[in-house]
């Protein structure tokens, strides 16, 4: 896919590292295959061994880059979607990775996650042992999604985030 707007270009450079990963997996994938080819004339038994790595990996990644594409297709309106990403009321707390939008959420942990502010009910903050504090969006059916996640007892990003996210949760209620 072209990227053609700002906001576009916004979205994947929040991704930027999860595409990275990607890339990088098939780019290892392609190699055992090629691998596999070479060595099938040399040794049979190698050749086979590296084609079935090869075969696995490229399963996995191309199942995972289709579960990356899938992120978007919660979004009607993709157009406004990348829009409100380069809005000037956007937030982004590039410490917890994470981007406030009028109407949504993304945060990226150990994957992309977008939250759509209208289908959640609170933002709610966890105190846990030695002042950390967990930034979580609770939805309608009481499910807690962790989107931030602060070391130390005085965060100026973690207020920050907490801030953003309930200043933009009201409106989305309403």
Known sequence: MAIQTAGEQKYYDFIEER????????????????????AV???????AVLA????????????????L???????????DFFNQLIAPDAVEIPA???LVTREFVL???????????????????GLGRGGEKALFLT?????RHEIARSTGKED????????AVREKLAPAQE
């Open 107 to 125: 945060s990226f942990r150990s994957d992309v996650f977008i939250y759509r502010l209208s289908d959640m009910d609170k933002v709610e903050v």
């Open 69 to 79: 594409g899938a992120k978007l297709s919660g979004i009607e309106d993709k157009a």
């Open 19 to 38: 595409a990275r990963s990607l890339r990088t997996g098939m780019i290892i994938w392609i190699s055992l295959l090629a691998a596999a080819l070479i």
């Open 156 to 163: 100026p990003d973690f207020d920050r985030a907490y801030e």
């Open 52 to 67: 079935v790595a090869g075969v696995l990996l490229a399963v996995l990644n191309v199942r995972n880059q289709r579960a």
């Open 139 to 143: 939805d309608r059916s009481g499910e």
């Open 96 to 98: 917890f990775r994470l």
């Open 41 to 47: 004339f040399n040794s049979p038994v190698i050749g």
